[in-house]
């Protein structure tokens, strides 16, 4: 069983930073594919960041060039670095996890067993 919970969500205004942790439970962490969604009201949970099986990040375009994501595998938690916050950021920021998949999407969160609790960021105008 993997556990993940996620912090560091807040109010910020825009052109604001925020970073995200996902602490994770259990030995399998490194061997995890790792990402982050988020899910604003009204809306689908959407793909924000993940890490590949090569361990390339993949970023949704609206936060490329403005999120990173990375990884600590000696604390076994996964992080989100937010800048240039706008308010269509604004969301429930979920992490996920999943055993590797090849050939499976990164981006459909249906594929991943294990999720977080959410986080709220809100980005004020």
């Known amino acids: 069983q993997v556990q993940l919970v996620e912090s560091g969500g807040g109010l910020v205004q825009a052109g604001g930073s925020l970073r995200l942790s996902c602490a994770t439970s259990g030995r399998t962490f490194s061997s995890y594919t790792m990402g982050w969604f988020r899910e604003a009201p009204g809306k689908p949970r959407e793909f924000v960041a993940v890490f590949t099986r090569s361990g390339s990040p993949i970023y949704t375009m609206s936060v490329e060039g403005r999120f990173t994501i990375s990884r600590d595998n000696t604390k076994n938690t996964l992080y989100l670095q937010m800048n240039t916050l706008k308010p269509e950021d604004t969301a429930v920021y979920y992490c996920?996890?999943?055993?590797?998949?090849?050939?499976?999407?990164?981006?459909?969160?249906?594929?991943?067993?294990?999720w977080g609790q959410g986080t709220q960021v809100t980005v004020s105008s």
């Open positions: 996920a996890a999943r055993q590797p998949a090849p050939g499976v999407s990164y981006e459909s969160h249906w594929t991943y067993k294990y």
